[in-house]
């Protein structure tokens, strides 16, 4: 169980996490190019096809291991060297043209302290006000934030770039990820109410923007906040839904737009899964998107669920697009919904 971290932080190419006495700090070294696809403006997926309605499944198969390379909750604490995390991008480059991705990138294990490496660079992130923020020797300014419950399994973890001299083509990144140890999914069969469901419910934070049509003109990035519904039943079944906290968290030309989606019914693939989410407050057939949301359970029973989310959403009727990047991680309430 991850407890009381003194420091996380994560980029887009840079990673630093100390996890106390749990789980030691992390160190990345992939660098702005391995997750550019060699200094392109919008990320390339990394290592493997993450492309496709399944990509955002972070979850582990029955006797292959954990996925990410941590133990499974509960596990004896030897960690590995290694570890995989997946990571959502949105990112907008100088010429105003928003792209959204998705990465999966190798997370380097290290007994160091408040480490982090980027091309050999070692940066400490220091508190500016409500955020954790380094500035490399290129000038790149990196902003960090992360949100944790109380006695949990996973984190959300948050970077932005906001400034990179030596890539002129980002002028602005969000990167977002899950980290924990997961829950061991051959434990999964008891742990699940026999005939019933497990129902998650919280909120996901989302990094946006607006451009044209064909991702172009890109207004000033936003935040927003979302609640996530995911019931998990004994079977294996996913459903759930996506909709905007309220109506004034998304702002599409200059006015209040309130997103409300469905999830496509799909199965738990181990302990995870991944789906698309579709709109559900338009018209039928107008409503085109190519949003995707998917993750995994935490914890020895399951206590915690832990993903990201990409919105990729055409607004037919106001004639933009709408771009998006973001994570959830909450703990799932004290009841199981009976058969």
């Known amino acids: 169980m991850i407890r009381n971290p003194t ?14 006495t749990m789980i030691p700090p992390l160190v990345a070294a992939f660098g702005l190019s391995a997750c550019m696809g060699g200094g392109s403006s919008n990320p390339q997926p990394v290592s ?6 399944a990509a955002l499944n972070a979850g582990s198969v029955e006797g292959e291991g954990s996925a990410n390379g941590l133990p499974f909750a509960g596990a004896a604490e030897d960690f590995p060297g290694e570890i995989t995390l997946q990571f959502a991008h949105l990112v907008i480059n100088d010429t105003g043209e928003a792209s959204v991705a998705i990465t999966e990138n190798t997370v380097i ?13 070692v940066l400490e992130f220091a508190p500016a006000g409500s955020f954790f923020r380094a500035t490399a020797a290129d000038g790149t300014v990196y902003n960090l934030s992360t ?15 906001l400034e990179s001299p030596t890539d002129p083509a980002i002028t602005f990144s969000a990167s977002r990820s899950v980290i924990g140890q997961q829950t061991d999914p051959a434990l999964l069969p008891a742990i699940l109410p026999d005939g019933g ?15 044209d049509l064909d991702g172009t003109n890109a207004a000033e990035p936003g935040t927003a906040q979302m609640v996530l519904n995911v019931n998990v039943r004994s079977s294996g079944l996913v459903s759930g839904s996506l909709r905007s906290f309220d109506s004034t968290q998304f702002q599409v030309n200059n ?27 338009c018209e ?9 949301i998917g993750g995994a359970l935490y914890g020895e029973n399951a206590e915690n ?25 909450f703990l799932k309430p004290d009841r199981l919904d009976p058969p």
Not at 7 to 20: E, Y
Not at 111 to 121: D, H, K, P, V
Not at 205 to 211: E, G, N, Q, R
């Open 197 to 211: 469901s497990v129902l998650y419910a919280g909120l996901a934070d989302i990094a946006y923007t607006v451009a």
């Open 255 to 281: 006015e209040d737009f309130n997103l409300e989606m469905s999830l496509a019914q799909t199965s738990l693939v181990g302990n995870g899964f991944g789906t698309t989410a579709s709109r559900t407050n």
């Open 48 to 53: 493997r096809d993450l492309s496709g309605p």
């Open 284 to 292: 039928p057939g107008a409503c085109p998107g190519n949003s995707q």
């Open 305 to 329: 669920i832990g993903g990201v989310i990409v919105l990729d959403e055409t607004l037919v009727s106001e004639d933009v697009r709408l771009l998006g990047a973001g994570n959830y991680n």
């Open 147 to 161: 949100r944790e419950l109380v006695d949990e399994n996973v984190q959300t973890i948050n970077i932005d770039i």
């Open 7 to 20: 420091l996380i932080s994560t980029g887009f190419g840079v990673f630093l996490m100390n996890f106390n």
């Open 109 to 121: 294990l290290t007994e160091s302290n408040q480490l982090l490496l980027l091309n050999g660079e």
